[in-house]
């Protein structure tokens, strides 16, 4: 497992945005999570991009407890480990695409252009290089970020709402980059509204009100994959999900999850 959360919660006065999670998300995974505004997804993420600390609860990064990590160490699994896409771009403005993207390098000392330049070689804006954000589309911009986040060719990049601000065409630019990574071993976790983007994923769970109420697997072979390690790879508490539909459902079927013909912003191939 590159990734464990056993019993996590973040709590905030009476609010509990996180609540009791448990979770294992194996090398090489593409998770998608799902939920409504306020659900949690976020909070979630930043626990796991060690941005923020659980009220209770473990998470192990690459069997290290992240409880047991000093700032230097967690700014190390940072920067090592993790590459960050987020849906709001953070682009310095009056930096250019591949300054942009050397800004995660800086972080490393190691400043290297010709590097920088293969990361958005990648992302297919080598000829925006030098085009400040400002002078690039919403699309281009996220692909600029992601750039950045492959820049450390990290094993796990966690995205939250990655496609929230981009059209159709860049969602699937975006989704085909994705499925790369995923093709060359990088673990995936993605916060999504859109069910389309979920789809894409190899599992779905769904949060609310901080709570896993639901888990669904597209992906068979993943699935037994899972299985065959030993079952469970999500702790689901159908009971907490209170009124939403999501309680009746529960862990059965994906009933919750609303299933899209993903053909249509996909078309299921890389380009
Ligand atoms: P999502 O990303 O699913 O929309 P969030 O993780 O951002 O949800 O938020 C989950 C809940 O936690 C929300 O009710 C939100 O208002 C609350 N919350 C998030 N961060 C804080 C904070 N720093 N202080 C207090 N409440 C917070
Ligand atoms: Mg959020």
Same mark, same amino acid.
């Given at each position: ?11 905030? !006065?009476?609010?509990? $945005? ?6 294992? &998300? $194996? ?14 997804? *976020? *909070? ?40 960050? &896409?987020? =849906? ?21 000392? &190691? ?16 000829? +925006? ?18 750039? +950045? ?25 975006? @989704? ?9 071993? *990088? ?24 709570? @896993? ?22 702790? &689901? ?8 539909? $999501?309680?009746? =459902?529960?862990?059965? !079927? ?6 899209? *013909?993903?053909? $249509? ?7």
């Amino acid at each position: 497992m590159l990734l464990e959360l056993d019993h996590v919660s973040k709590i905030y !006065g009476d609010l509990h $945005a996180v609540d009791d999670l448990s979770l294992s &998300v $194996a090398q090489g995974e593409w998770l998608a999570i799902v939920g409504s505004s306020g659900s949690g997804k *976020t *909070t979630l993420m930043n626990i796991i991009g060690c941005l923020d600390t659980p009220s209770s609860g473990s998470v192990t990064l690459e069997d290290r407890a992240l409880n047991d990590l000093n700032a230097g160490q967690l700014a190390d699994v940072r920067k090592n480990v993790i590459g960050l &896409v987020f =849906q709001k771009f953070y682009l310095v403005p009056h930096l250019t695409a591949v300054e942009n993207v050397m800004v995660a390098q800086y972080y490393h000392s &190691v400043v290297d252009e010709g590097q920088a330049m293969e990361a958005l070689r990648k992302v297919g804006l080598e000829e +925006r290089a030098h085009h400040l954000p400002g002078q690039l589309s919403g699309g281009e911009q996220q692909r600029v970020c992601i750039a +950045r986040a492959l820049i450390n060719c990290p094993k796990l990049i966690l995205a939250d709402e990655p496609t929230g601000n981009l059209d159709g065409a860049n969602e699937k630019i975006v @989704l085909d980059l994705f499925r790369q990574l995923h093709e060359q071993g *990088t673990t995936i976790i993605v916060v999504t509204h859109d069910a389309l983007v979920a789809s894409c994923a190899q599992r779905e769970i769904m949060l609310n009100h901080g709570v @896993l109420v639901a888990e669904r697997w597209n992906d068979e072979e993943a699935r037994k994959a899972s299985e065959a390690r030993g079952g469970t790879t999500a702790v &689901v508490r159908p009971e907490g999900a209170s009124d939403d539909a $999501a309680a009746d =459902q529960g862990n059965e !079927g994906g009933g919750v999850f609303v299933d899209p *013909t993903k053909a $249509a912003k996909t078309g299921g191939t890389t380009r």
